[in-house]
T-cell receptor
């Protein structure tokens, strides 16, 4: 079974600075999908960014980017120019590839990000 | 555009009482539907998923059940709640084929069993 590990229970960053959240995963599959979700105090899960394992290029969405190291099974999230609204719990998630008709997500335990003004 | 609704937002129930949480999706047809539970300060655990009307798969044995009486309606139920059923419940949907790669979540239901 796949497992996702987020080793940083809490992180903090100053507004306008950069922070990196870590995620590692364990899998024997060669093709899969990785996601970062954000859960603000409202607790609704919001998709931040996704990465397909077959793509070598790291995904980028505005101030959010990932460092995907397939061989190391590492998938970190970098937030640049941090804003107060980035404060939330961030979850790394793994999805198995096709062969199944559903898309089960396996989540890490989350990292609480605090942004200081 | 697609939207997902969950209700109620908050629920306080006594031990042994029944439960019914509802989730509906608008703006799409034949979605995959999911129920997750999040214990306090922890990640999400998949409880049930459904690929079509009347088709329910369970990921973990528990005191809960799920049903999909209509294409875009997903219900989480229990006949008798336990204290351990307390938590935050999230419904999610995805498309089919390549679109199943992304799940979109509802606002969640905070359940407290006392």
């Amino acid at each position: 079974a796949q497992t996702v590990t987020q080793s940083q229970p809490e992180m903090s960053v100053q507004e306008a600075e950069t922070v990196t959240l870590s995620c590692t995963y364990d899998t024997s599959e060669s093709d899969y999908y990785l996601f970062w979700y954000k859960q603000p105090p409202s607790r609704q899960m919001i998709l931040v960014i996704r990465q397909e394992a077959y793509k070598q290029q790291n995904a980028t969405e505005n101030r959010f980017s990932v460092n995907f190291q397939k061989a190391a099974k590492s998938f970190s999230l970098k937030i640049s120019d941090s804003q107060l609204g980035d404060a939330a719990m961030y979850f790394c998630a793994y999805r198995s590839p096709g062969g199944t008709s559903y898309g089960k997500l396996t989540f890490g335990q989350g990292t609480i990000l605090t942004v200081h003004p | 555009s697609q939207t997902i609704h969950q209700w109620p937002a908050t629920l306080v129930q006594p031990v042994g009482s029944p439960l019914s949480l509802e989730c509906t999706v608008e703006g799409t047809s034949n979605p995959n539907l999911y129920w997750y539970r999040q214990a306090a300060g922890r990640g999400l655990q998949l409880l049930f998923y459904s690929v079509g009307i009347g088709q329910i798969s369970s990921e973990v044995p528990q005191n809960l059940s799920a049903s999909r009486p209509q294409d875009r309606q997903f219900i989480l139920s229990s006949k008798k709640l336990l204290l351990s059923d307390s938590g935050f419940y999230l419904c999610a949907w995805s498309g089919k084929g390549l679109a199943k790669n992304i799940q979109y979540f509802g606002a969640g239901t905070r359940l407290s069993v006392l």
